[in-house]
């Protein structure tokens, strides 16, 4: 059924109106892809275009892919020219970057433009649009200068732009990633930003809002990506949905853990013998998987912010496997002393029954979880970096094959010291 709040007979008035496109641009932010279609499906296609506005300009081209064909091109004819061309110009950009973000330049003056002749074109440019600053630029659209709206009101009537303007003003490149930008901008927090090619012209300009905006989703995806949850998984997404998101990982988990089950598998013999040992293994794979969390959760941090370059990788797994020895040794000192414990409380009073080495049993289990904490380590740096060099997002499902890697090797380290020095 229709949405009650898009029905027409609620459509009244022009300010109901945009009452309620602003609900639905407030909408689509907690909704996957799949639900926002569904939830614009009754618009008429100009209403469309005049929700798409209000959005952040990289989730509208994350959207328009995902309407049928016909009704994409009625909503890209129902779009101004301006907007249209943008909405072009922005899906040549790579997917991520400054330049799929940014909004059509708009408040553009010459540098001889008068203070009173500027005024006079923002009167009629408010009416469509929030200006938050004039851009001076030349007959090539190369950016001299930024107009501040204070300097503006301040100034005579005959003053040129020229001598108001900011010269030379910081501004993005359009195929900037993100993150870069996000980096360049951190201690200067301007509203708008000015887009700028290789040239020098003004292609566009990009809210900081809408850049923060897109970083908080990104890193909100993150976590889920870890463990296999899709980034367009909202609340809100139906439950059948998300059970097609999800269920595909789930299987690979399995796969992975049966992987496990099959190192437990073939040191049966040796669990068999010395029952003890399998009160131990979740001790094992437990502190290990934390260890790996760990620099997995390290290593996302570093990536997300640019950190791995000139080498630093090799120094990443250097550190990590320090401390995966320092914390290892250290834990497994502890996890030693309990096993001592549990094997003297477990010893056949019987004196014809050969018993292992409490002292022994303890041995195996500080070098196997000092060993094991290594690999974790160790681990937790290179899933990410391989994922990577693979051309896959270094987060999907790091946490599986991060997990995997922690079992086998917390497990196969166990259990094989057992079976050779027991």
Known sequence: MPDPALDSSTVLTPNAHAETVDQLAAAVLMLGHRETIERLAPLDASTIVRVLEKINPARTQELLPHFPPERRQHIMAAAPLALRNQWAMNQAYPEGSIGQMMDPPIGLFREEATVAQATEQLRELVKKAFITYGFVVDGDNR???????????????????????????????????????????????????????????????????????????????????MVGVDREERLATPWKRSLKFRHPWLQLNLLTAFIAAAVVGAFQG????????????PVLAGQSGNTGCQALAVTLRAMTLGEFKDGKGRAALTKEALLGLCNGLLVG??????????????????????????????LVVMVAMTAACVISGISGVLVPLTLKRLGADPATAS?????????VASMGMFLGLASLLL
Do not use: W
């Open 333 to 362: 000192i502890t996890a030693g002393a309990g096993m001592f414990f549990v094997a003297m409380s477990q010893q056949d009073p019987d004196p014809a029954v050969v018993s292992p080495s409490p002292f022994m049993l303890a």
């Open 399 to 407: 946490s599986i094959f991060l997990t995997t890697a922690t079992d």
């Open 143 to 225: 950016l001299l200068g930024v107009v501040v709206m204070r300097d503006l009101l301040l100034a005579g009537p005959s003053t040129p732009l020229g001598d108001l303007m900011i010269r030379s003003p910081f501004a993005l490149k359009p195929d900037m990633p993100l993150m870069d930008a996000m980096k360049s901008v951190l201690n200067k927090h301007f509203p708008v930003y000015p887009v700028c090619d290789s040239e020098g012209r003004l292609v566009g300009l990009i809210r900081g809002q809408h850049m923060f905006e897109q970083q908080a989703i990104d890193i909100s995806a993150q976590a889920g990506a």
């Open 270 to 281: 040796t669990i068999d013998r010395l029952v003890v040992l399998a009160v131990f293994l």
